[in-house]
């Protein structure tokens, strides 16, 4: 491995040859990571490192089989101050995406364990006028007990325009823990600087569904900082009256994890419930 701090070439500058037989590379060191938790679940764990001045390298990735997985790291002669390393672990279930990470500067054989299975959410259109608007239940586990992420995406709607709208309501908007989150698309028309064509239409809208967990006063510089979260998703088509909904909801169409870039298969997806 090869690591070289405080660079900051023009444009279009050459970088010094990376010759690993030279003095400044030097061998990861190896650890286990041994992954418990629920659910019988397609699970991935490894780990990567963040810098100080945010810059951040995935080191290694790999299935779990028989509970454990080698990991490498960066040797503590190599840590700079300000270094911190990830170790995580992904599962992928039948219909949702969960994952536990944690942070420590120095890399040693731990024990990770899995949040618990995403509880099924369940999504209902409020209305198509002005503009289409969407309300989604997700039941409440104190695993993911700091936010709701909702994501409406709307591809090829019109020609030049794709429509996005993040909800995203935290743990702090409730005065007592809740039973379930509510997560609504709000009415924006009465605001004079929204404009309504801005708005979610009448379309086969793709739905991500995510519920993260931690301390809001945490980060990942912090030593033993643990952060969870798991994630659901798939397509909603209003119907052409406008009255009804129909939705299919498998696993997230995209991956949120920290400082590893991946993609996965994901299994068929299946009917998402009525709302309660």
């Not at 379309?203 to 991500?208: F, H, K, L, M, R």
């Amino acid at each position: 491995m090869i690591l070289r701090r405080g660079l900051d070439p023009v444009n279009g500058a050459v970088l010094p040859v990376l010759d690993f037989g030279s003095a400044e590379a030097f061998t990861p060191s190896t650890q286990t990571l041994t992954v418990g938790g629920p659910g019988s679940s397609d699970i991935i764990a490894g780990a990567s490192l963040l810098t100080a001045t945010g810059t951040s390298a995935l080191l290694s990735w790999a299935p779990v089989l028989g509970g454990t997985v080698a990991a490498r790291s960066v040797p503590d002669a190599n840590v700079a101050p300000g270094d911190v390393h990830s170790l995580f672990a992904d599962a992928l279930d039948d219909a949702s995406e969960r994952a536990v990470y944690s942070y420590f500067q120095q890399a040693a054989s731990r024990t990770l364990t899995l949040p618990p299975v995403l509880l099924t959410p369940s999504l209902s259109l409020i209305t198509t006028s002005p503009v289409t608007r969407f309300l989604t239940f997700m039941p409440y586990q104190p695993a993911y007990g700091l936010l709701v992420l909702t994501e409406y995406d709307q591809h090829g709607v019109e020609t030049s325009n794709d429509r996005l709208m993040h909800v995203m309501v935290g743990r702090g908007y409730y005065p007592a823990v809740p039973a379930q989150w509510v997560a609504i698309v709000p009415d924006l028309t009465g605001n004079a600087a929204y404009d309504a064509a801005w708005g979610l239409k009448s379309a086969t809208t793709d739905v991500y569904i995510e519920v993260d967990g931690g301390s809001p006063l945490g980060s990942p510089s912090a030593e033993g900082y643990t952060a969870t979260f798991a994630a659901t998703g798939g397509t909603i088509s209003v119907g052409g009256s406008g009255t009804a909904i129909t939705s299919r909801l498998g696993a997230p169409r995209r991956p949120r994890a920290p400082s590893v870039q991946r993609e996965r298969p994901r299994p068929p997806p299946r009917p998402l419930p009525p709302p309660p």
